[in-house]
């Protein structure tokens, strides 16, 4: 009973801590998984920047659904950066991803926050804090590029 107490214990606080976790058969598929996350983050956040600078019309509703999915998406990519995925199939991940961990991980966890503060300027409908965060959200990207992304 102790036993089994403990282990539940263990079960429990690694499904809080690493709620997003996933573990890959392949490498391939870990990099496939985290391009296609940073894909869909990509297209719902590119979708409100050019909102924000006028390339697109402001439409208010588009705003908040696409903002939404990026929110979730952006959470998804990091646990795919696993160790012994940076081969596997063709990518540009740097390999200061592994060896800066408490960097990659800590932009990682900025560029989520942002969204999720984008996601929630979205739900205002105003486009001036749309705006602010849409640049602090793409701020959280170029540096993580800047870092850790081959030209
Ligand atoms: C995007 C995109 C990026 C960022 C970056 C912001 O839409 O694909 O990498 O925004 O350009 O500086």
């Avoid at 646990?79 to 800066?100: L, Y």
């Avoid at 105003?126 to 540096?143: E, F, M, P």
């Amino acid at each position: 009973m102790k036993q089994f107490i403990a282990i539940a214990t263990a079960l429990a606080i690694t499904c809080i801590a690493f709620p997003a976790s996933a573990q890959f058969a392949k490498a391939e598929d870990a990099i496939k998984y985290r391009q296609s996350a940073l894909f869909v983050m990509q297209q719902n956040f590119g979708r409100v920047a050019a909102m924000a600078s006028g390339k697109a019309p402001f439409d208010a509703k588009v705003a908040a659904d696409s903002a939404a999915v990026a929110e979730f998406a952006a959470r998804l990519p990091w646990t795919a950066f696993a160790d012994g995925t940076d081969k596997g199939r063709d990518n540009r991940a740097k390999a200061e991803i592994w060896s800066d961990k408490a960097k990659f991980n800590e932009y990682a966890e900025k560029t989520q926050l942002e969204m999720s503060k984008l996601a929630a300027a979205t739900k205002t409908g105003n486009l001036d804090s749309i705006k602010s965060a849409v640049g602090a959200v793409g701020g959280t990207c170029k540096t993580c590029h800047d870092a850790f992304r081959k030209e």
